[in-house]
């Protein structure tokens, strides 16, 4: 049954965009490191962050709507939950907000997306400046850290020596795998802006004797050859059907006989509405990019069959996404 079935849930849907709102611009102005670990008036919060009193006061209250303030006596304080997620500092600090605050103008561009059947087109990684590619590693790094581990091991690395982690950003899965198994090695091939932001990230886990990393465009440039595995994860979603299909004829070419390629993304079903997280991140895509999308099980297949591997099967992981794999028998 249709979770809408009345006017009201219809509002709710179309509204539910002011509370997203109120939490970003929160987060994008640090309102909640201010009140750590003291409370604090509206204004003291307005002239440490160099707002209007009124304006931020009037945010402040809206906090305390959707539960991320408290209010008592004219001062204002973190609930439990914002004091552990939302302060910068804090273990459990959820920086990856900053993407979605980047995301946020993308999909005012949804009604033009779909008229004219692609976003209105970003400029290159490198032009977006330092704060964005930083936003977008350290989100997509926290996402996979609690995921990591419970992906990988789906993957077979037990004759592996070699492991290729394409378009890797902070390199959370190389890590992982190298955790799993000892004597592996891996490389992370990403974007030359990007490749500076991953060693930094391989040198706080200590684990730069074992992981090197290359530079260079996965479209075009030599990615290395000889790999035991190339794990591609949230990659395909960045690009076209074709993009994709010879990009994994160039996978192919630089494994090992024996070797496998595993793509991980959200795998759709043929109808193309589950899995739900899949079918609206196609939306995304569709905002963020020239012509990414989310492709099915047997549209990986193809490319796969294609590309001369074989064996190709499907792995459901327990965070949502699948695995296809192909072996270059």
């Known amino acids: 049954m249709s ?6 849930d219809i509002h709710a849907v ?18 909640f490191s201010q009140l750590s670990p003291d409370e604090k008036t509206s ?4 002239h ?10 009037r945010l402040m209250n809206a906090l305390c709507v959707i539960g991320l303030l408290e209010k008592r006596d004219g001062l204002f304080f ?26 946020w103008d993308l999909w005012g561009g949804m009604t033009q997306a779909v008229r004219t059947g692609t976003g209105r087109g970003r400029e290159p990684i490198g032009d977006r400046g330092e704060e964005w590619l930083e936003a977008f590693i350290a989100a997509m790094h926290h996402r996979a850290r609690t995921q990591a581990p419970q992906d990988v091991n789906l993957i077979d690395l037990h004759d592996a020596e070699h492991v290729l982690d394409l378009g890797g ?61 190339i794990f591609l994860s949230a990659i395909i979603h960045s690009n076209s059907y074709e993009e994709n299909r010879q990009l994994i004829k160039r996978c192919a070419a630089a494994l090992r006989p024996g070797g496998q390629i595993v793509v991980q993304d959200y795998i759709m079903e043929e109808n193309r509405v589950h899995p ?32 001369g591997l ?13 695995q296809v794999v192909g072996w270059k028998r």
């Open 48 to 57: 440490a962050i160099g707002t209007d009193p009124r304006a931020t006061d």
């Open 169 to 229: 950003g902070s390199g959370i899965y190389a890590m992982t795998m190298l955790r799993v198994k000892r004597d592996l090695r891996a490389t992370v091939f990403d974007l030359p802006e990007v490749v500076p932001i991953t060693r930094r990230y391989i040198e706080a886990a200590g684990l730069e004797e074992r992981i090197d990393t290359r530079a260079g465009d996965y479209h075009t440039d030599d990615m290395g050859s000889g790999y035991d595995v």
């Open 14 to 31: 179309a509204n539910a965009f002011r509370e997203s709102r109120i939490l970003l611009t929160a987060v994008e102005l640090d309102v």
């Open 3 to 8: 979770r809408i079935s009345k006017p009201e």
């Open 310 to 322: 074989s064996d190709c099967e499907r792995r459901d992981t327990p965070t949502g996404t699948a």
């Open 43 to 46: 204004l003291q919060v307005a």
């Open 78 to 103: 973190n609930t439990e939950a914002a004091g552990r997620y939302l302060v910068r500092g804090s273990d459990a600090y959820l920086g990856n907000l900053a993407h979605a605050n980047h995301l």
């Open 276 to 307: 739900e997280r899949g079918a609206l991140f196609a939306l995304n895509m569709l905002v963020a990019t020239e012509a990414g999308d989310t492709f099915t099980e047997h549209e990986v297949r193809t490319w796969m069959e294609e590309a």
